[in-house]
Nanobody, 115 residues
Framework: VQLQASGGGLVQPGGSLRLSCAAS????????IGWFRQAPGKEREGVSC????????EYADSVKGRFTISRDNAKNTVYLQMNSLKPEDTAIYYC?????????WGQGTQVTVSS
C-alpha cells in the first residue's frame, strides 16, 4: 500500500505545476483526498480536498482561483493543478487518502517558486 506524490519542482512566479498523487496497492475510489503543504518553519496546512462521493472540492482561501484539484479514478490518481504560482506557495506538498479508519500519506514533493 503506497501513496506517491510527484510533480514538484522549481518554477518562476506566475508559472504552473501539476502535482500527482498516485495510489498503489489500493483503489482511491472510496477515499477522500487532501493536499497539504508545509513551508520551512511553519505548520502543515490544508490546501485542497476532493470527496469520493460527488467529487465536491474545497480550497484554502490562499489558493482559491489558482489551484484546481481533480481525480481520475481510472488512473487511481488525484491531481493538483497549480497556476499563477507565488513565492509563498513554496513548500513540501503532501497528499492524504482518507476513508473510515484508513489514513495514508504520500512522502511529499518539493515545490519552489522563485525567480
Amino acid at each position: 500500500v503506497q501513496l506517491q506524490a510527484s510533480g514538484g519542482g522549481l518554477v518562476q512566479p506566475g508559472g504552473s505545476l501539476r502535482l500527482s498523487c498516485a495510489a498503489s496497492g489500493f483503489t482511491l475510489d472510496y477515499f477522500a483526498i487532501g493536499w497539504f503543504r508545509q513551508a520551512p518553519g511553519k505548520e502543515r496546512e490544508g490546501v485542497s480536498c476532493i470527496s469520493s462521493s460527488d467529487g465536491s472540492t474545497e480550497y484554502a482561501d490562499s489558493v482559491k482561483g489558482r489551484f484546481t484539484i481533480s481525480r481520475d479514478n481510472a488512473k487511481n490518481t488525484v491531481y493538483l493543478q497549480m497556476n499563477s504560482l507565488k513565492p509563498e506557495d513554496t513548500a513540501i506538498y503532501y497528499c492524504q487518502a482518507l476513508w473510515r479508519s484508513r489514513d495514508y500519506w504520500g512522502q511529499g514533493t518539493q515545490v519552489t517558486v522563485s525567480s
